[in-house]
């Protein structure tokens, strides 16, 4: 599997999921600057968690325009998959490539913790490792990652089952009291139509290793490799 | 020609910070406090001085970059300088 991985100024944790790509696929990935007009050609693209352009007018907005973004958005039309971790999803939504808007946690606090998911269908590229009926710890650490949409979209996303995960409790009941932000439904991350893109806000490329604390983020990358070769 | 894009959140998005800081003002003795909403001011100086031109390329800013039309409302103010 040829990934790349998209470094933005303020992007840190380009390094993070680049390790875990590597170990996972024994091939490191390619890592391309912001400035690029075009992307090599690849199997997947990773946008990483960070805070690109210091989330000026608003998380993700920057740098959802810069020049390299408009191959990732050309190529994510065309089928290639991509995957977009915290500050990732919220680039991916400002780009139009998923539905919605990312605000700030309910709480207004930045919150860095583990936190639980129910994974909502294990169909995809992204999640074909995973079991349905085993929740994973994985941790989330951002600001801005408060999931809303319309009362339509939300059905919309519902009816074509294009949830990936909500937040849980640690038995992998979907509860108010298990959501982080003030996500709506507990949404934790989303597909787009033809589920090749996800966007999610916990960050699975830092559980895996036993060193770190965890490894449910395993799967993931695993999923991915199972699928793209 | 100077353009002033007023943006705020649509109504029935919640606004935490709103929130925030009208409970920071009652906290300051301010009483009568009600709904508090807080929103961006945005200046931008165009070269542009035909008005019609003009506020058609601050609406496409506003569309494409200064606001997310998902939950924000946007407000364009033109003056000639």
């Given at each position: 599997m040829k990934a790349n991985v998209i470094v933005f100024p303020g992007s840190n944790c380009d390094r993070d999921v680049a390790v875990a790509l590597e170990q996972t696929t024994g091939t490191p990935p390619a890592m391309v600057w912001h400035g690029e007009t075009s992307v090599p050609d690849c199997d997947l693209i990773v946008l990483p968690g960070g805070f690109s352009y210091g989330d000026y007018l608003r998380s993700g907005a920057m740098a959802a325009h810069v020049p390299v973004m408009r191959d990732v958005v050309k190529r994510a039309r065309a089928g290639t998959p991509v995957l977009g971790i915290c500050n990732g999803f919220q680039i991916l939504i400002e780009a139009g490539l998923l539905p919605g808007a990312l605000m700030r946690n309910a709480s207004l606090r930045f919150i860095c913790r583990d936190v639980h998911l129910r994974i909502e269908r294990n169909d995809t590229a992204f999640a074909r490792c995973y079991d349905r009926n085993s929740p994973i710890r994985v941790p989330i650490a951002h600001h801005d990652g408060n999931y809303f949409a319309s009362e339509d979209v939300l059905d919309e996303l519902e009816d074509r089952q294009r949830v990936a995960f909500r937040y849980c409790s640690n038995d992998g009941t979907v509860i108010d009291a298990a959501n982080p932000n003030g996500s709506q439904r507990n949404i934790a991350g989303i597909y787009n139509e033809t589920f090749t893109v996800l966007g999610l806000m916990?960050?699975?490329?830092?559980?895996?290793d036993p060193a770190l604390g965890g490894e449910d983020g395993v799967a993931m990358f695993r999923s991915l490799v199972e699928t793209l070769h | 020609m100077k353009a002033t894009v007023k943006i705020t959140l649509k109504n029935g998005v919640l606004d935490p910070q709103g929130k925030a800081i009208a409970h920071a003002l009652e906290a300051l003795?301010?009483?009568?406090?009600g709904e508090v909403r807080q929103g961006k001011l945005i200046e931008i100086d165009l070269g542009e001085t035909d008005r019609g031109k003009a506020e058609k390329a601050v609406e496409d800013m506003c569309r494409r970059l200064l606001a997310n039309t998902v939950i924000e409302n946007y407000d364009i103010e033109l003056v000639d300088q």
């Open positions: 916990p960050h699975p490329e830092r559980l895996i | 003795g301010f009483s009568g406090i």
